[in-house]
């Protein structure tokens, strides 16, 4: 018998599949550990971008819903008093934050109106980069998984090509029957790579722009109502 047609015939039958499944399935341990990895990475970028999606549509409508209450002409007082009673967020966030720290000044024992506007300015840059804070959360993820997912890849196709040459060198057969279901598998680590990286990356600058936007908007505001204050206070100067 041919030797060829010998060692052609020792080879698994498996390596004829080239389903996904089959694919994964035939390759090196250290190619399925790569190829697992980068699917629960996908997974988790996934649940990212959902939580952050619901999380800044949430937030916009409340922005939306606390200037329309601010600027309908409601005293500031009472709008204080509806907020500071439960959690908030956001501008709301900053508005009882400033709030807070102006009652403490006025209606103290001892008044103190000496560096009250430094300290109201300085107590919203605080609540802002809270807030931005909470909305940039995770989002270092989506770049991590988005700039190592293809090299991550890559380095599980390096492997499974230089194991397929190995297997090649082997059975001295160099068909393509023989040669095509050890690269597809190598090449399969990339692709999952890129199916991980690919949306990360969007993502990540699609929300991004998201908190940028939104930090715009908060110090846009802080602005605003600092210089509403500062008014005030001269009055009661």
């Known amino acids: 018998m041919n030797p060829a047609d010998v060692a052609q015939s020792a080879l698994p039958h498996a390596a004829s599949d080239l389903s996904l499944f089959g694919l994964f399935w035939q390759a090196h341990f250290i190619v399925k550990a790569v190829m697992i990895g980068l699917l629960l990475c996908s997974v988790w970028v996934w649940a990212i971008v959902v939580d952050k999606t619901l999380l800044y549509g949430r937030t916009r409508r409340a922005m939306n819903r606390f200037e329309q209450a601010f600027w309908s002409g409601q005293s500031l007082e009472e709008l204080y008093r509806s907020l500071s009673s439960r959690p908030t967020h956001s501008m709301a966030a900053l508005f009882v934050a400033a709030m807070r720290e102006w009652k403490r000044s006025f209606e103290g024992p001892a008044r103190s109106f000496a560096g009250l506007q430094m300290r109201i300015e300085k107590v919203m840059d605080v609540t802002i980069a809270r807030e931005v804070e909470r909305l940039e959360r995770n989002l270092l993820v989506l770049a991590t998984v988005g700039s190592a997912g293809p090299f991550i890849g890559l380095f599980g196709t390096v492997w499974g090509i230089m194991t397929s040459f190995q297997s090649i060198a ?64 001269d009055e009661r100067l």
Do not use: C, H, M, W
């Open 170 to 233: 082997a059975s001295k057969n160099t068909s393509l029957a023989v040669v095509a279901p050890g690269i597809a598998e190598a090449l399969f680590a990339t692709a999952i790579g890129l199916i991980a990286a690919i949306p990360a990356t969007i993502f990540y600058n699609k929300f991004t722009a998201e908190v940028n936007k939104q930090s715009q908007r908060l110090e846009g505001f802080a602005d605003e109502f600092a210089a509403i204050l500062s008014r005030q206070i």
